[in-house]
Structures are given as C-alpha cells and as structure tokens.
C-alpha cells in the first residue's frame, strides 16, 4: 500500500483559506491600509492639488467682544487703560497667548471699537470675536 505525503485534511484546509482570500492581516489593518493608499480619494496624488473642502458657512461674530493681542514687550497695561476709558470692559485675560477679550460698551459698534483699539499703543490686532458651532443645532433623532 502506498502511502500519500500530505495528509488530506491540511490540503483540504489550505484550499479553503486559498478560495476564502484569508491573510494574517488583521480587520483594522485592511483598513488602515485602505485609508493609506494612493487611491483613497482624499489622498491626492503626487503633483495633484489637494480635494477642494466645503468652506464654513454661516460664519457668525459675537455682537460686543472683541479679542485684542498685544505686544508683550509693552505689556498689557496702555491696553487696559484704553479699555476702562473707551467704557469697555475686560472678560478674559489669555494670558498664555498675550490677549485680552473685552465687551464693547451699548451704542458702540464693532467697527468702530475695532478702529478705536488698533491706535492703542502697544496693540498687534484686533479681530471680531468668532462664533464656531460644533453641534447640529437641531440633532436628528433616530426612530426605531
């Protein structure tokens, strides 16, 4: 009687695997792989311009706050003098990035306190206080 080399069984086995496409990569790794591809779409090949992103709509501005930055070789106090004498008010100090928000006084508008607060000695911009949403306003509730 002859007997065969390979045993049936693991042949069996390394077929199916064969047939199924199994491979040693985990779930995440395909993945991941998927996302670090050249063809991911949002992965622009070499020489190509970047995809175009959909740009913030509904930019929206604080009505009375202004954020100031200042020269930090100046410092800070020309700025708050000129706060307390324009009728303003500070209601944060950022200390860590040399600015101050304030809240301009009623009757006042945010151009003209814009004008008024770049004059001050020692002031580097002035900018409008943004407003940035990161929740949907109206969050969709799901049925079940």
Same mark, same amino acid.
């Given at each position: 009687?002859?007997?065969?080399?390979?045993?049936?069984?693991?042949?069996?086995?390394?077929?199916?695997?064969?047939?199924?496409?199994?491979?040693?990569?985990?779930?995440?790794?395909?993945?991941?792989?998927?996302?670090?591809?050249?063809?991911?779409?949002?992965?622009?090949?070499?020489?190509?311009?970047?995809?175009?992103?959909?740009?913030?709509?509904?930019?929206? #501005?604080?009505?009375?706050?202004?954020?100031?930055?200042?020269?930090?070789?100046?410092?800070?106090?020309?700025?708050?003098?000129?706060?307390?004498?324009?009728?303003?008010?500070?209601? #944060?100090? #950022?200390?860590?990035?040399?600015?101050?928000?304030?809240?301009?006084?009623?009757?006042?508008?945010?151009?003209?306190? *814009?004008? #008024?607060?770049?004059?001050?000695?020692?002031?580097?911009?002035?900018?409008?206080?943004?407003?940035?949403? *990161?929740?949907?306003?109206?969050?969709?509730?799901?049925?079940?």
């Amino acid at each position: 009687m002859t007997r065969s080399l390979i045993n049936p069984s693991i042949l069996l086995a390394a077929a199916v695997a064969v047939a199924c496409g199994c491979s040693t990569m985990s779930r995440t790794e395909k993945q991941l792989s998927r996302v670090d591809s050249f063809e991911s779409p949002d992965i622009p090949a070499i020489g190509e311009l970047p995809p175009v992103r959909p740009q913030q709509t509904g930019l929206m #501005y604080s009505k009375n706050t202004l954020i100031i930055s200042y020269d930090e070789g100046i410092g800070k106090v020309p700025l708050q003098r000129a706060v307390r004498k324009y009728g303003a008010e500070v209601i #944060y100090d #950022y200390r860590i990035i040399s600015a101050l928000a304030v809240r301009i006084p009623d009757g006042k508008t945010l151009d003209e306190s *814009i004008e #008024y607060f770049e004059k001050v000695k020692g002031v580097v911009s002035v900018s409008k206080d943004r407003i940035y949403q *990161i929740d949907d306003p109206k969050p969709q509730l799901e049925l079940l």
